[in-house]
């Protein structure tokens, strides 16, 4: 099982089934917060929905093509992050990220992503990774200039809010010697 420290309080795990519960409970406490970027929450409706996520989740790393961990904090599962999907013959992966509510603002989403991004480059050999994001959420798009992606362009009208309206997509992406040339210069 894969468990990563991301800081002292602060750990990457892979999501299990049994952690659908606490899971919900997250998405239910941040769900105005996460609404209006995330169309997924409308349809989270019950635990059921999570442990359906989850056991899709491992299904997709067991073949390959997705790897998502929890973020926990303290003990606490706080959000996620992940590749929702990786190509293996390009060395491909578009990875996503969120948190809940009471757990923004503290820096643990950059580090977190940070350690995806080794994952990814490190353990699965992955070549290039792209992230994308609703023009207005300034909070993802903040996220992603800090780790070193380059916004490389715009969908236009790209990403279907959950209040049916439509924003512009932002496509940010790293190339693994740009990842590993910011690593090595800490």
């Known amino acids: 099982m894969f468990a990563q420290r991301v800081r002292d309080e602060v750990s990457l795990r892979w999501l299990e089934p049994h952690h659908g519960e ?11 917060h996460l609404r209006p970027w995330f169309p997924w929450v409308n349809s989270t409706r019950e635990p059921k929905d999570t442990e359906e996520f989850i056991r899709g989740a491992l299904r997709g790393v067991a073949e390959g093509r997705e790897a998502h961990f929890g973020i926990w904090v303290d003990g606490q599962i706080a ?13 491909h992966a578009e990875i996503g990220y969120w948190l809940g509510q009471d757990f923004e603002g ?17 353990e699965r050999e992955i070549h290039r990774i792209e992230a994308r994001c609703a023009a207005g959420n300034d909070r ?5 200039e800090r780790l070193g992606m380059r916004r490389e362009g715009v969908l236009r009208e790209g990403e279907c809010l959950a209040d049916g ?8 992406g ?8 910011r690593r090595g210069a800490r």
């Open 22 to 32: 606490a899971l919900f409970r997250l998405i239910d406490a941040s769900r105005e």
């Open 79 to 91: 959000g996620v992050t992940g590749a929702h999907t990786i190509h293996r013959l390009n060395r």
């Open 106 to 122: 503290k820096g643990m989403m950059t580090a977190s992503v940070g350690v995806l991004l080794d994952y990814l480059v490190e």
């Open 140 to 144: 993802s798009r903040r996220v992603m």
């Open 165 to 172: 309206t439509c924003d512009d997509t932002l496509i940010y």
């Open 174 to 181: 790293i190339l693994a010697s740009e990842w590993k040339g």
